[in-house]
């Protein structure tokens, strides 16, 4: 599932791209994905994208917003005159739209071109969602409201950058294995399997420790890891392990970089050690016996 350094990554080109189209047309080919009334944002103008936690909002110039959720597959991929030199990656289906294209926006030409340009909605496994939501309601969706504070410096809208003494207090609180609680969207936004992986071998804390049981050094450690693998991962437009790909439907960098994340079995960067995979709360969870504990 993409997570905050895949949803910034794709915010920050959507910026780049999208703001300032006219959306003209959408064609709806699963219905279940696009949830609210077209007409409310066809003739609509983006204005902006904002990112909280793994959600994106599209806002546009009429009173409407796009909020969307990409869950495990959703792709948001963009393609105008600007971008046709630029190659689409087999993650994203290669040539769009793909068989898995569910929804397209057809948008108004880009500057000093007659060619309509498009938005294309991939998703493979169909869990993710647009909905057209009223911009006084954003605050209100239930994704929105009930997320935490997020490990990065640079928050959109109302969301709030995660403090060290809030990260002590959600830590020193909870009796849930370490890693769980990393996950809890309601507790600390936007980390998933990946970063929460990641950030806990380069902190050398077992995932399954309870969270109560790290020493203030190690909460200390924690939260700077994790704030470092966050801000790593988005400078290099976040990790494709799966099929995540940015606006334009090129791969990001970040999972060559990975020290445990999928590397079961290969050997510990850091002890030359085994790396194990084991289950914890259903998700595959990789770590150094050695290094972690
Ligand atoms: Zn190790």
Redesign the pocket.
Known sequence: MPELPEVETLKLGLRKYLVGHKIQDIDIRVPKIFQGDQNRVIGSKVTDIKRVGKGLIIELNNGFDLAIHLKLTGQLIYQGTETTRIKVSDKAGGALPSKHTHIIFTLDPSAGSGQAAKLFYNDLRKFGWIRVIRESEVKDLPFFKEMGPEPYKHPDLNQKTLTLSEFQLIVGKSGLPIKILLMDQKKIGGIGNIYANEALFRAKISPQKKANNLSDGEIKQLYKEIFEVIRESVNLGGSSDVNFVNALGQEGEYQRHFLVYSRAKEK?K????T?KKMQLGGRGTYF?P???H
């Open positions: 510990c850091r002890c030359k050690g790396i150094c050695n290094c972690q």
